[in-house]
């Protein structure tokens, strides 16, 4: 999936296999929130598009406000919310008939070499 390139949260339906995805962008610079509630999947680029959902029960997520105050943020896939998460950075969801999965279709790759100069890698940088 190299073609995914950018800065995005996409949603899309293949109506061939009847299945539907979720993805996000390589490095998170784009939200991702998702919930499967009552067999629906409800998901946004914020919160508060998911709490609009009539049947949503605002229930605290402890472990996510411990991290909060430990670390002054909430790491992924934590949220506020027990039932609220975020999508990783590089990942997408695949969800068809109440079931879904997580996959990476990302990761960063390092070249471990030392045959390269600093200058090959100044130059790479740039």
Do not use: Q, V
Request: proline letters at 4%.
């Amino acid at each position: 999936m190299d073609y995914l390139n950018g800065m995005f949260s996409i949603a899309l339906w293949d109506n061939n296999k009847k299945k539907f995805f979720l993805f996000r962008d390589r490095l998170g610079i784009k939200p991702l929130h998702y919930c499967i509630l009552d067999g629906t999947l409800l998901f946004g680029s914020e919160i508060k598009s998911i709490l609009k959902y009539p049947n949503f029960k605002k229930e605290i997520n402890f472990e996510a406000l411990s991290h909060y105050f430990s670390f002054g943020y909430i790491p992924a896939p934590h949220t506020i919310y027990k039932n609220i998460k975020k999508l990783l950075p590089g990942h997408y969801i695949a969800y068809n008939n109440n079931e879904y999965t997580i996959k990476k279709y990302w990761d960063i790759k390092f070249d471990y070499s030392n045959e390269k100069s600093e200058d090959y890698y100044c130059e790479k940088l740039d």
